[in-house]
């Protein structure tokens, strides 16, 4: 549902929430919804097989709600000695901090990978500090946003953040927009 400022209370085409946590869709239909592609090409020296995972066709034949991690073996070819099939995805639509900060419910949850000590942070707040450091702005893709933060923990000295988004009403006690 939108309002008149753009703002939205439901996930993005291709994203959905999992015990609170907004999620890139793992399924056919999520890639789908997010005009990914995905490629493979086999790294043996006497393969060099490429293909195309058929998003479209998958979904045709019914494999809607088959995840892509479970469908990947499937393309691997035969060969004694082992098939080397990497895949590389691309292209599509990116979750940025400026996507963020249109959804209501949507909160920046960063935590310290080691001692798990957490923040929560809005994700126009989190736009403005990276403009501010020169770091980035809108277009800064969420899944590079721990990579970003240059401070190490100030409990354990460690610098290992992880950055996930929470999805939950923003006021109130205990929301994810209490801290
Ligand atoms: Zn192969
Ligand atoms: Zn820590």
Redesign the pocket.
């Known amino acids: 549902m939108s309002s008149i400022f753009g703002l939205s209370d439901a996930p993005p085409r291709g994203w959905r929430i999992v015990q609170g946590e907004l999620v890139a869709d793992p399924t056919v239909a999520g890639y789908l919804a997010r005009g990914r592609e995905i490629r493979g090409l086999c790294q043996q020296q006497d393969c060099r097989r490429t293909c195309q995972v058929d998003l479209e066709d998958l979904a045709r034949r019914g494999l809607g709600a088959a995840r892509i991690q479970e469908l990947k073996p499937l393309y691997k070819c035969q060969r004694l000695g082992g098939c080397a099939l990497a895949f590389h995805e691309k292209y599509g639509t990116e979750l940025t901090v400026s996507v963020l900060a249109r959804l209501k419910p949507a909160v920046l949850r960063i935590r310290?990978?080691?001692?798990?000590?957490t923040t929560r942070a809005r994700p126009g707040a989190v736009v403005a500090r990276l403009l501010a450091e020169g770091l980035g702005g809108h277009e800064t893709r969420v899944e590079d946003l721990a990579g970003l933060i240059r401070g190490?923990?100030?409990?354990?000295?460690?610098r290992?953040w992880e950055v996930a988004v929470l999805w939950g009403p923003r006021d109130g006690p205990g929301g994810p927009g209490a801290a």
């Open positions: 310290c990978g080691n001692c798990r000590k190490e923990c100030r409990g354990c000295r460690v290992r």
